[in-house]
C-alpha cells in the first residue's frame, strides 16, 4: 500500500461513544491517512440512541480530531460501507481474549468477503481495557453519573435519557 492513501474503516455500535473508543480512534490516526468511524444499524437490536443521535455524539466527541476522521452510519455488510467509501482496512479494538474469538470469525468473514481489505486490531490503553457502551449503559442506568467513561456531551445525553438529576 505503499504511495497509496490509506484509508481505515472502525465500525461499531457506538451506542453510546467510550473513551476507549477515542482511544482506539487516536491510535488510528497515527497509522492511517484517513479514519471512518462507521456507526451500525443494526435492525434486529434495540440500542439505546437512535443512529442520527450516536452519529451527532461521535462528532461533538472528535471536534477536536480534525478533518482526518470521518463519520457514517450505515446498515447491511461492512465491507460493503468500506467500499463505498472507499475504505482498504478495517479497525476493531480488542480488550480481552474473548474480543479476539468473535473478532477473528470476523476478520476472516470480511476477508473472504473482500481479500483485498486488511483487518487491524487495536487494544486500548489499559485504563479503558474494561470500557464498553454496555457497561457505561448499565452503570447510568442505575443511576451513577461517572465523567470518566464518556465525554461530556455523551454524558449529559445518558443524564436526560435515563431521567437522571443534572
Known sequence: MTGKKVIAIYPGSFDPVTFGHLDILRRSLELFD???????????????????????MMQEAIGDFGPRVETIYFDG?????????????????????????????????NRKLAPDMETVFLVPDQKYSY????????????????????????????????????
Open 131 to 166: 470500557l464498553s457502551s454496555r457497561l457505561v449503559k448499565e452503570v447510568f442506568s442505575r443511576g451513577c453519573t461517572p465523567e470518566c467513561l464518556v465525554p461530556d456531551a455523551v454524558a449529559r445525553r445518558l443524564v436526560k435519557k435515563y431521567n437522571l438529576p443534572q
Open 34 to 56: 484517513t479514519v471512518i468511524a462507521a456507526i451500525l444499524v443494526n435492525k434486529e437490536k434495540q440500542p439505546l440512541f437512535s443512529p442520527e443521535e450516536r452519529l451527532e
Open 77 to 109: 455488510l461492512l465491507v460493503e460501507a468500506a467500499r463505498q467509501h472507499n475504505a482498504n482496512v478495517i479497525i476493531r479494538g480488542i480488550r480481552a481474549v474473548s474480543d479476539y474469538e468473535y473478532e477473528l470469525q470476523m476478520a476472516l468473514m
